[in-house]
């Protein structure tokens, strides 16, 4: 027996059986049940999201002779007739390769004729969008006093390309896009039913890369098993196939964007290319990702807009936390004419190296957005710590930078900190975590502290989301182990943020920073940890 496409097995043959659609589905059973059933329909929405498979539903429904709750019973004669592709009553047409006006003409003739024992003959005409302008001319007094034993259903991903005397006649339906939730829950029943072993991991990359079409999905999860045959299906074998990379590589390339890293994002692009990793697609992915990442910066409740669990949008928030909306605004700018660039060129990696090169070193971009991108970063600092002038004797001026005024509290001593604690304190800048890359940054940038009643090193950050993602998950438990193995002390750790701290101490996190410094310069030892 001939094999059948995933995508084609897993058709649905019932509306309960169509995904992520329910409030067109809940229409069409309720058109069945009452018998209202319009002369034309329109299906639009994007390729994969059943469409076509709904029109056949619909067309097979309306000549059942025994439909259930507004589903087609599939045993009757006239469904049994539809399912074996033999119904000469329900007629399928490519508007792709039949867009002329004699084809419509052809048509036009046809459903002159009375269906044979059955009460329509459907017309489902597949990419309408295609036809042409005269096609649509032939087309349209038949859409708009059809016979009464004639339905039309027009199926099209363009719907703005089809004139708008056809649309107007047309129950016009939308198809979203499916949700990656949906998509996942759809390949686990199946894999689940075929006894197949699989990693949740690897059917969420797989629901992520089919961008809300169930049918890519399908295609995917087809050509992964037919690869790995009888084989358990894990991530690493999906971005193998796909020559695609884990969410890990746009996690390191964002954090080598925010240090300005440009040895870290050559060495990871030649690493790519030697693992045989599509370029163009990893650029795609990035742009996704600092997406994702702007718009969890800007908007609440981003988790209903990016279909992420709680936990990723935690730490998603942190990563936020480290980047401007406009370098994320500047970035994505930039990697997307580096996207649309790469169509058209043989060596990529070139193209990507010097977008690498540019946007770390952004005094090299003398376009007028990036200048001004560059004298907001400016005003920014100069807000942060103020330019007072002085004036000097001959009329001469100089800007001085002075540093923000601090609130009045007394100056902190850490001289009577324990030795153990100082020695941590004194070496925190050098320190290599490795905990995650955006963590690390957070780490780095954060200012520690010894809270005495509490006998605890408290680690202060000024990114008040990172302070959340590392108090979550098991991030506490493995920088306290990364410490004690380095300075042979099991340290009491307390993560705060700025607001955190300066709730329930005496002290301001600037006053901690310049305590630090002064630490730094005067211990006796010097310590660097890698």
């Known amino acids: 027996m001939a094999y059948t496409a995933l995508y084609r097995k897993l058709r649905p043959q019932n509306f309960e059986e169509v995904v992520g659609q329910d409030a067109i589905v809940k229409t069409l059973k309720n058109q069945i049940k009452s018998g209202r059933l319009s002369h034309a329909y329109l299906f639009t929405g994007t390729r994969g999201t059943g469409k076509t498979s709904t029109a056949k539903i619909l067309a097979r429904a309306a000549n059942c002779l025994e439909p259930t709750e507004g589903n087609p019973c599939n045993q009757c004669e006239n469904c049994q007739r539809d399912l074996a592709g033999n119904d000469?009553?329900?007629?399928?047409?490519?508007?792709?390769?039949?867009?002329?006006?004699?084809?419509?003409?052809?048509?036009?003739?046809?459903?002159?004729?009375?269906?044979?024992?059955?009460?329509?003959?459907v017309y489902i005409i597949d990419e309408v969008h295609m036809l042409s302008t005269g096609a649509f001319n032939a087309l349209l007094k038949t859409l708009e006093e059809p016979p009464a034993h004639v339905i039309f259903i027009l199926a099209t991903t363009d719907p703005h390309?089809?004139?708008d005397t056809i649309l107007s006649r047309c129950q016009r339906y939308d198809f979203r896009r499916i949700t990656g939730l949906v998509i996942q829950e759809v390949l686990k029943n199946y894999l689940q039913k075929e006894g197949i072993g699989y990693e949740d991991k690897a059917?969420?990359?797989?629901?992520?890369?089919?961008?809300?079409?169930?049918?890519?999905?399908?295609?995917i999860l087809d050509r992964c098993l037919a690869f790995y045959l009888g084989e358990e299906l894990t991530l690493d074998k999906v971005l193998r196939l796909l020559g695609a990379v884990d969410n890990s590589i746009y996690?390191?390339?964002?954090?080598?964007?925010?240090?300005?890293?440009?040895?870290?994002?050559?060495?990871?692009?030649?690493?790519?290319?030697?693992?045989?990793?599509?370029?163009?697609?990893?650029?795609?992915?990035?742009?996704?990702?600092?997406?994702?990442?702007?718009?969890?910066?800007?908007?609440?409740?981003a988790e209903q807009l990016l279909d992420i669990s709680e936990e990723t949008l935690i730490a998603f928030r942190a990563i936020a936390g480290l980047a401007e909306e406009h370098f994320l605004?500047?970035?994505?700018?930039e990697l997307s004419r580096l996207e649309a660039e790469m169509k058209y060129e043989s060596n990529k990696r070139i193209l990507l190296e010097l977008a690498w090169i540019k946007l770390c070193s952004p005094?090299?971009?003398?376009?007028?957005?990036?200048?001004?991108?560059?004298?907001d970063e400016l005003e920014k600092k100069m807000a942060e710590r103020p330019v007072r002038m002085i004036e000097r004797v001959g009329g001469q001026t100089d800007a001085k930078i002075e540093p923000a005024p601090k609130k009045d509290l007394?100056?902190?001593?850490?001289?009577?900190?324990?030795?153990?604690?100082?020695?941590?304190?004194?070496?925190?800048?050098?320190?290599d975590f490795q905990v995650n890359p955006f963590l690390d940054i957070v780490l780095k940038n954060a200012s520690p502290f010894y809270v005495e009643k509490a006998n605890a090193l408290a680690v202060v950050t000024d990114n008040e989301a990172g302070a959340e993602y590392l108090k979550s998950g098991e991030w506490q438990l493995r920088v306290s182990e990364f410490l004690a193995s380095h300075f042979q002390k099991n340290f009491n750790l307390q993560f705060l943020s700025a607001t955190e701290f300066e709730e329930m101490h005496k002290h301001s996190l600037d006053q901690v920073k310049t305590a630090i410094?002064?630490?730094?310069?005067?211990i006796n030892f010097e310590i660097e940890v890698r």
Do not use: C
Not at 273 to 287: F, K, T, Y
Not at 364 to 375: A, C, E, G, S, Y
């Open 88 to 121: 000469l009553n329900i007629i399928e047409i490519d508007a792709a390769s039949n867009n002329g006006v004699d084809n419509i003409r052809e048509l036009r003739e046809d459903v002159r004729y009375q269906p044979a024992n059955a009460k329509y003959k």
């Open 161 to 163: 390309k089809i004139p």
């Open 203 to 219: 059917l969420r990359f797989i629901a992520k890369t089919a961008d809300g079409a169930l049918r890519d999905a399908h295609s």
């Open 251 to 301: 996690e390191e390339l964002t954090a080598d964007l925010l240090k300005k890293d440009i040895s870290g994002l050559l060495h990871k692009t030649d690493e790519m290319l030697m693992q045989g990793r599509d370029l163009q697609q990893m650029i795609m992915g990035e742009i996704a990702f600092l997406r994702d990442l702007l718009i969890v910066k800007t908007m609440p409740g």
């Open 329 to 333: 605004i500047y970035v994505i700018r």
């Open 363 to 375: 005094e090299l971009d003398k376009r007028p957005d990036n200048i001004l991108r560059r004298l």
């Open 410 to 431: 007394p100056p902190i001593d850490m001289t009577a900190f324990p030795e153990d604690v100082k020695a941590v304190i004194a070496a925190w800048r050098t320190i």
């Open 517 to 522: 410094e002064h630490l730094r310069q005067n």
